[in-house]
Protein backbone atom coordinates (compact mmCIF):
# COMPACT_ATOMS: atom_id res chain seq x y z
CA UNK A 1 0.00 0.00 0.00
CA UNK A 2 1.08 3.69 -0.86
CA UNK A 3 0.99 6.24 1.96
CA UNK A 4 2.61 9.36 1.49
CA UNK A 5 2.07 11.37 5.04
CA UNK A 6 3.01 15.25 5.21
CA UNK A 7 4.44 16.83 7.95
CA UNK A 8 5.49 20.49 8.93
CA UNK A 9 2.65 22.39 8.81
CA UNK A 10 1.49 25.16 11.17
CA UNK A 11 0.52 29.20 11.91
CA UNK A 12 3.28 31.81 10.88
CA UNK A 13 3.26 35.14 10.57
CA UNK A 14 3.24 37.53 7.37
CA UNK A 15 6.76 37.08 5.90
CA UNK A 16 7.36 34.11 8.05
CA UNK A 17 8.98 30.48 6.40
CA UNK A 18 7.54 26.79 7.19
CA UNK A 19 9.39 24.03 5.73
CA UNK A 20 7.11 20.86 4.94
CA UNK A 21 8.03 16.99 4.40
CA UNK A 22 6.29 14.51 2.59
CA UNK A 23 7.69 11.17 3.84
CA UNK A 24 6.60 8.03 1.31
CA UNK A 25 6.81 4.46 1.74
CA UNK A 26 4.99 1.24 -0.56
CA UNK A 27 6.36 2.64 -4.32
CA UNK A 28 9.86 2.96 -5.41
CA UNK A 29 10.09 6.70 -4.41
CA UNK A 30 13.19 7.03 -6.80
CA UNK A 31 11.28 6.44 -9.79
CA UNK A 32 8.12 8.88 -9.12
CA UNK A 33 7.89 12.66 -9.95
CA UNK A 34 6.53 14.18 -6.56
CA UNK A 35 4.86 17.04 -6.40
CA UNK A 36 3.25 19.55 -4.21
CA UNK A 37 -0.70 21.35 -4.52
CA UNK A 38 -2.58 23.01 -1.88
CA UNK A 39 -6.09 23.76 -1.25
CA UNK A 40 -7.90 26.98 0.46
CA UNK A 41 -11.21 27.04 1.37
CA UNK A 42 -14.01 27.58 -1.37
CA UNK A 43 -11.55 27.11 -3.72
CA UNK A 44 -9.78 23.87 -6.06
CA UNK A 45 -6.79 22.26 -5.30
CA UNK A 46 -4.20 24.17 -7.62
CA UNK A 47 -0.46 23.19 -8.64
CA UNK A 48 2.18 24.60 -5.99
CA UNK A 49 5.76 22.84 -7.39
CA UNK A 50 6.97 19.54 -8.83
CA UNK A 51 10.23 17.66 -9.02
CA UNK A 52 11.31 14.84 -11.48
CA UNK A 53 13.07 11.37 -10.06
CA UNK A 54 16.18 12.92 -10.41
CA UNK A 55 16.18 15.81 -8.73
CA UNK A 56 17.74 17.65 -11.72
CA UNK A 57 14.01 19.61 -13.07
CA UNK A 58 11.54 21.57 -10.81
CA UNK A 59 8.67 23.35 -11.58
CA UNK A 60 6.63 26.07 -9.88
CA UNK A 61 3.58 28.07 -9.72
CA UNK A 62 3.74 31.72 -10.79
CA UNK A 63 2.22 32.18 -7.14
CA UNK A 64 4.95 30.57 -5.51
CA UNK A 65 8.16 31.11 -7.90
CA UNK A 66 10.89 32.68 -5.87
CA UNK A 67 9.31 32.22 -2.58
CA UNK A 68 9.09 28.23 -2.16
CA UNK A 69 11.98 25.73 -3.29
CA UNK A 70 10.78 22.15 -3.88
CA UNK A 71 13.60 19.39 -3.18
CA UNK A 72 14.01 15.70 -2.58
CA UNK A 73 16.36 12.97 -0.89
CA UNK A 74 15.98 9.27 -2.40
CA UNK A 75 17.84 8.10 0.05
CA UNK A 76 15.00 9.33 3.02
CA UNK A 77 12.13 8.82 0.67
CA UNK A 78 11.09 12.09 1.49
CA UNK A 79 10.20 15.20 -0.67
CA UNK A 80 10.34 18.97 0.91
CA UNK A 81 9.01 22.54 0.64
CA UNK A 82 10.77 24.90 1.77
CA UNK A 83 8.47 28.13 1.96
CA UNK A 84 9.50 31.68 2.54
CA UNK A 85 8.27 34.95 2.40
CA UNK A 86 4.68 33.00 2.95
CA UNK A 87 1.90 35.52 2.96
CA UNK A 88 -1.61 35.65 4.10
CA UNK A 89 -2.96 34.33 0.39
CA UNK A 90 -0.46 31.13 0.66
CA UNK A 91 -2.96 29.53 3.90
CA UNK A 92 -4.36 26.12 2.03
CA UNK A 93 -4.03 22.46 3.02
CA UNK A 94 -1.24 21.53 1.17
CA UNK A 95 -0.99 18.05 -0.31
CA UNK A 96 1.92 15.46 -1.32
CA UNK A 97 1.23 13.62 -4.07
CA UNK A 98 3.41 11.14 -6.59
CA UNK A 99 2.81 10.44 -10.19
CA UNK A 100 5.40 7.70 -12.39
CA UNK A 101 4.02 9.48 -15.31
CA UNK A 102 5.57 11.78 -17.65
CA UNK A 103 2.64 14.55 -16.82
CA UNK A 104 2.61 16.77 -13.40
CA UNK A 105 1.14 19.87 -13.33
CA UNK A 106 -2.58 18.96 -12.83
CA UNK A 107 -3.87 17.26 -9.39
CA UNK A 108 -5.08 14.10 -12.39
CA UNK A 109 -1.75 13.69 -13.26
CA UNK A 110 -0.98 12.21 -9.34
CA UNK A 111 -2.44 8.78 -8.69
CA UNK A 112 -0.99 9.02 -4.54
CA UNK A 113 -1.78 11.43 -2.77
CA UNK A 114 -1.46 12.31 1.33
CA UNK A 115 -3.80 13.87 3.45
CA UNK A 116 -2.79 17.41 3.94
CA UNK A 117 -1.04 19.82 6.21
CA UNK A 118 -2.42 22.83 7.27
CA UNK A 119 -0.59 25.90 6.56
CA UNK A 120 -1.60 29.13 8.17
CA UNK A 121 -0.16 32.87 7.57
CA UNK A 122 -1.74 34.93 10.03
CA UNK A 123 -1.42 38.85 9.39
Known amino acids: QVQLVESGGGLVQDGGSLRLSCAAS????????MGWFRQAPGKEREFVAA????????YYADSVKGRFTISRDNAKNTVYLQMNGLKPKDTAVYYC????????????????WGQGTQVTVSS
Open 51 to 58: ITWSGHST
Open 26 to 33: GLPFSSYT
Open 97 to 112: AATARTYYLNRWDYNY
